[in-house]
């Protein structure tokens, strides 16, 4: 054989072996759609998820890092939905820092009084018992709302990208009328729509009458051994 003819074969061996190679990354690499129901989407979804008030929940998006109240949140409320509401009046400070480390993994972070205006009000910091301790009853935030849910997600070789709509509703609120306004995200952006009602009536704003014109965001999380952590969440309009 020519020295020529070995030269192409071993380009062309070369060739071969590095588009086998991007064959064998894209395969691995793509994202690959998974049902938004299943358990795992779900349970992580709702782990950086602790509350659905307006308060607590616009910390997700409007605080990057997390705010520190938002992390200790994450870590009682794995602890409430483990151990049910009336075993949840006190929660050892191990506990709570024990679930944010699985959530969120290493984070820093300082104990102090939270409130969620979920399950449960919210919990006070005892730190000469190293213990969290339930505050008791109190309302949550009358004037806002945040509506979201899950609309796809996807998985690639060590993460799962959850992806969301959402959209955020005022309430200027009194006795006798609820003028509520709709916008595409928390920083207002785009106003989706106004509403005059009166005050003695029920009504839900419904997330798919405005899904086209809703904010979508992109939870990521990655593969830490067994399991999987919250990475970030951005916008992407």
């Known amino acids: 054989m020519s020295k020529n003819k070995k030269i192409i074969l071993i ?6 072996g590095i588009s086998c190679c991007l064959l064998v990354s894209y395969f691995f690499l793509k994202p690959k759609e998974i049902d938004i129901n299943s358990d795992l989407v779900r349970d992580l979804y709702s782990s950086v998820n602790p509350s659905s008030d307006a308060t607590i929940a616009s910390l997700l998006y409007t605080t990057n890092p997390l705010s520190n109240e938002y992390i200790i949140d994450i870590g009682l409320m794995a602890y409430i939905k483990e151990h049910g509401k009336e075993n949840s009046e006190v929660i050892p400070r191990e506990e709570v820092e024990k679930n944010i480390e699985r959530i969120l993994g290493q984070v ?60 955020y509703e005022t309430d200027d609120w009194n006795d006798t009328t609820s003028k509520r ?57």
């Open 11 to 16: 380009i062309i061996s070369f060739l071969i």
């Open 108 to 167: 820093p972070y300082v104990h102090e009084k939270v409130y969620l205006f979920e399950e449960m009000c919210g919990f006070t910091y005892n730190n000469d018992k190293k213990q969290y301790e339930d505050i008791g009853g109190c309302g949550g935030n009358w004037y806002e709302r945040i509506h979201r849910k899950i609309v796809s997600a996807k998985k690639t070789n060590n993460q799962i990208i959850i992806t969301e709509k959402m959209i």
């Open 181 to 237: 306004t709709i916008y595409s995200d928390l920083n207002k952006t785009k106003q989706l729509d106004y509403k005059e009602l009166s005050s003695h009536i029920s009504y839900s704003i419904e997330l798919e009458d405005y899904i086209d014109d809703a904010s979508t965001y992109e939870y990521v999380f990655e593969k830490k051994g067994d399991h999987y952590i919250f990475k970030q969440i951005t916008q992407i309009n």
